[in-house]
């Protein structure tokens, strides 16, 4: 099975930038997308952007209006979500999740535990 790990949560001020990373551990394979979600108290988890194999496919919610780019390594198995211009909304836990059918809206299969982000103004 593929562990998925990530990092890189926190306190940030509105207005700044946080970089997540989430490794994949284990028996890891080829040709999976990967994918960031996030959710927030009271509400569902939502896709945040997903990436193909190859990053040939990418896929941003509307919310990230240009702020956030996702990233990967597939070298070192991580992925990565840059995030800029942060608002208090962007607070929520955000998990990386793995999708064996290599496909950026899903399905997802593997998730991660989760990373705080808390964005304050």
């Known amino acids: 099975q593929v562990w998925l790990v990530e990092s890189g949560g926190g306190l940030v001020q509105a207005g700044g930038s946080l970089r997540l990373s989430c490794a994949a551990l284990?028996?890891?394979?080829?040709?999976?997308?990967m994918g960031w979600f996030r959710q927030a108290p009271g509400k569902e988890r939502e896709l945040v952007a997903g990436?193909?194999?190859?990053?040939?496919?990418?896929y941003y919610a509307g919310f990230v209006k240009g702020r956030f780019t996702i990233t990967r390594d597939n070298a070192k198995n991580t992925v990565y979500l840059q995030m800029n211009s942060l608002e208090i909304e962007d607070t929520a836990v955000y998990y990386c999740?793995?999708?064996?059918?290599?496909?950026?809206?899903?399905?997802?299969?593997?998730w991660g535990q989760g990373t705080q982000v808390t964005v304050f103004s």
């Open positions: 284990g028996r890891t394979r080829d040709n999976y997308a």
């Open positions: 999740a793995a999708g064996l059918a290599n496909v950026v809206r899903g399905p997802y299969d593997d």
């Open positions: 990436m193909s194999w190859r990053g040939g496919s990418t």
